[in-house]
């Protein structure tokens, strides 16, 4: 057996000639650029995730860096996250001139350690952005009650948990915005780059539209200052058609997590803690040993493709080498990096290929 992490030909459902033919269709006549199909996705995925709009972007990074922008946040401000995220999250933080200001991870649930937020917001602080990471969403009711508190905006890194929810509402609708990615490794997945923010303020949602838009306001009125980054129309055509699907793939990835945890559950490994409130998405099913690297390079043997996200916390990396963190300054982040490993979870995978993962990890311990 061989095990992969993504089947994209899975994801387009049995009957996608309709789909072919639309994106014939577009290619032929030119319908590339802010055409009636980004407008119908993006109505449709922020219903989806019950907010009031959605703004497309290139990226999930762009995303990020629009959120900013529209907040006026920049030179001179700090914006706090975690040392456990994508290097997406602290370089939009840093290409809008804003400091980045880290806090651990959490042992447990390898979200954002909420007991170390508050020491860290100054009177500069202007944005906290959690990061739903694995598809998990962060304590937002602990989150929600310091940035009112201290009167500083949330901006939630949703790229990896379109559809999470907690007591049922959903991720992305808790802050000022929330910015998703449409790359293809996520749940929602374009063929190419894409991304959306999402937003209850119509006054933001405004300002997002004109400042993706090189600050246009109609055409050749520019307003205010802007960059260009939109959803491409092909990719807005290609997620329309596939998130009908979504609701039914973060079900299935429940039902696979439920048996991975089952299954091994007898086994030195930890598991990202779940909680009775929450909704999780499993963009990736992260499981956590100190015999990660023989582990990985045991089923690497067996043809199971795993992964490690993230391998070198964001304030170890060359990157930010000049921000001035130090080894062991976030040693929860440093230890996670070393014994985390993303079991391949895909919504198509057969009771056979989990059980095939599980035994071969039983085997291996
Ligand atoms: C993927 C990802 C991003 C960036 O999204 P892109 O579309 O690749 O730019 C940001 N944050 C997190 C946590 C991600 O996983």
């Known amino acids: 057996m061989k095990i992969t992490r993504y089947a994209y030909s899975k994801q387009f459902g049995i009957d996608h000639d309709i789909l072919f033919e639309d994106l014939r269709r577009m290619i032929l006549n030119g319908d590339y ?3 009636k199909e980004v407008t119908v996705f993006l109505n449709n995925f922020s219903n ?8 497309g972007t290139n990226s999930g990074t762009d995303a990020l860096i629009l959120a900013m922008k529209v907040l006026n946040i920049g030179p001179g401000d700090e914006v706090i996250t975690q040392a456990n995220t994508f290097n997406a999250t602290v370089a939009a933080i840093k290409f809008v001139g804003a400091t980045p200001v880290l806090v651990d991870a959490d042992e447990n649930t390898f979200l954002m350690n909420v007991a170390q937020i508050e020491e860290n917001i100054s009177s500069r602080c202007k944005a906290i952005i959690p990061v739903h990471l694995y598809g998990k969403p962060s304590p937002m009711e602990q989150i929600t009650e310091l940035a009112s508190k201290h009167n500083i905006y949330i901006i939630e890194d949703c790229a ?10 959903n991720v992305g609708t808790f802050g000022k915005i929330g910015c998703y990615s449409f790359h293809p490794s996520k749940n929602l997945a374009a063929a190419g ?14 300002k997002c539209q004109q400042v993706s838009s090189l600050g246009q306001k109609g055409q050749n009125n520019h307003v205010v200052m802007g960059f260009n980054s939109k959803l491409d ?14 609701s039914g793939w973060n079900i299935a990835r429940n039902q696979i997590a439920d048996r991975y945890y089952k299954q091994l559950s007898q086994l030195p490994i930890k598991f990202q803690q779940r909680a009775s409130n929450e909704f999780h998405t499993y963009h990736l099913l992260t499981i956590r040993t100190e015999k990660r690297n023989e582990l990985q390079e045991f089923l690497k043997v067996k043809n199971i493709d795993t992964i490690v996200r993230y391998p070198t916390p964001i304030h170890l990396q060359k990157a930010f080498e000049k921000e001035g963190w130090k080894k062991n300054q976030f040693p929860v982040a440093e230890k996670l990096a070393n014994e985390l490993l993303c079991l391949p979870i895909r919504p198509d995978m057969s009771t056979d290929e989990i059980d095939y993962v599980c035994d071969n990890v039983k085997h291996f311990f």
């Open 160 to 169: 990896q948990a379109h559809g999470s929810k907690l007591n049922g509402k």
């Open 193 to 206: 780059d894409g991304g959306c923010i999402v937003t209850n303020d119509a006054e933001l949602f405004e």
């Open 33 to 35: 650029v802010l055409t």
């Open 48 to 55: 989806f995730i019950q907010a009031g709009f959605a703004c």
């Open 233 to 246: 129309a092909l990719q807005a055509r290609i997620l329309d058609w596939k998130l009908p699907f979504l």
